[in-house]
C-alpha cells in the first residue's frame, strides 16, 4: 500500500525559516515531488527529488533520504506570500501517475 | 499558448445527473490525469492515460468515465452524480518521459456541486 505523511499545518513568521516534512512508504520510488497550492488555486511545481541529497532553488530547498523514506522543503526568509499548501508527492514507478500526500498549510504572519 | 484548460469552472448538478468535465491541453503532452480535491483529503487520483487511446484507473475512479481519443483532451465523465462527489476536480498534465521526473501541468479546476 501507499501512504505519504505531512503535517497538516505549521505557523511561521516573517524572515524566518521552516521545514515542511514529508514521510513515505510506497511499494516503488521513481521520485518525490513538492508542489505548492495558493488557496483556490491550482498546485504549482517547487521541486523534484530522486536522488539522495538537497536540491536547492534560492529560498526553496528540498531534501530526499530514500532509504528513510523520507523528505523535507525547508523555506528560507519567509514572506507573506508563501503562505499556501505544500504538498508532497511520490511517483512509485515509471509510467503510472503521483500519488499526492494530504498537503501541509503554512500560515506566515507579520 | 493556453496551457491545461478545464470548462466548466463551476457547476452544480442534482443527484443523477450525468455530465462531463472537460479538459484539453495544448503542449502536446502524452501523460494526463484527474485528480478531485476535498477537505483534509489531499489530492486523490481518479484515472490517468499514458497516451491517446490507453487509459488507466487511479485510487477513486468508482463513479467515473473517461476516454481518450486525442492527446489533447482528456473528459470525465460523471454517470450518475451523487452528493459524495461534490469537491473540486484537477486536470493535469506533463510530457511523458517514462522517467518519472516530469512535473504535472495543472489545470484551474472545476468546482463540482451536487444537490
Known amino acids: 500500500g501507499q501512504n505519504i505523511d505531512q503535517p497538516t499545518e505549521m505557523t511561521a513568521t516573517e524572515g524566518a525559516i521552516v521545514q515542511i516534512n514529508c514521510t513515505y512508504q510506497?511499494?516503488?520510488?521513481?521520485?518525490l515531488f513538492w508542489y505548492q497550492q495558493h488557496a483556490g488555486e491550482a498546485p504549482t511545481f517547487l521541486s523534484y527529488?530522486?536522488?539522495?541529497g538537497l536540491e536547492e532553488k534560492g529560498r526553496f530547498s528540498s531534501f530526499l533520504s530514500r532509504s528513510k523514506g523520507y523528505s523535507y522543503l525547508l523555506l528560507k526568509e519567509l514572506q507573506m506570500k508563501d503562505s499556501a499548501s505544500y504538498l508532497c508527492?511520490?511517483?512509485?514507478?515509471?509510467?503510472?501517475?503521483?500519488?499526492f500526500g494530504k498537503g501541509t498549510t503554512l500560515s506566515v504572519s507579520s | 499558448n493556453a496551457g491545461v484548460t478545464q470548462t466548466p469552472k463551476f457547476q452544480v448538478l442534482k443527484t443523477g445527473q450525468s455530465m462531463t468535465l472537460q479538459c484539453a491541453q495544448d503542449?502536446?503532452?502524452?501523460?494526463m490525469s484527474w485528480y478531485r480535491q476535498d477537505p483534509g483529503m489531499g489530492l486523490r487520483l481518479i484515472h490517468y492515460?499514458?497516451?491517446?487511446?490507453?487509459?488507466d484507473q487511479g485510487e477513486v475512479p468508482n463513479g467515473y468515465n473517461v476516454s481518450r481519443s486525442t492527446t489533447e483532451d482528456f473528459p470525465l465523465r460523471l454517470l450518475s452524480a451523487a452528493p459524495s462527489q461534490t469537491s473540486v476536480y484537477f486536470c493535469?498534465?506533463?510530457?511523458?518521459?517514462?522517467?518519472?521526473?516530469?512535473?504535472?501541468?495543472f489545470g484551474n479546476g472545476t468546482r463540482l456541486t451536487v444537490t
Open positions: 493535469a498534465s506533463s510530457p511523458w518521459s517514462g522517467q518519472g521526473n516530469s512535473p504535472l501541468h
Open positions: 510506497t511499494s516503488g520510488f521513481n521520485g
Open positions: 527529488n530522486v536522488l539522495d
Open positions: 508527492a511520490v511517483n512509485e514507478e515509471a509510467g503510472t501517475a503521483l500519488i
Open positions: 503542449m502536446n503532452h502524452e501523460y
Open positions: 492515460s499514458v497516451g491517446a487511446g490507453i487509459t
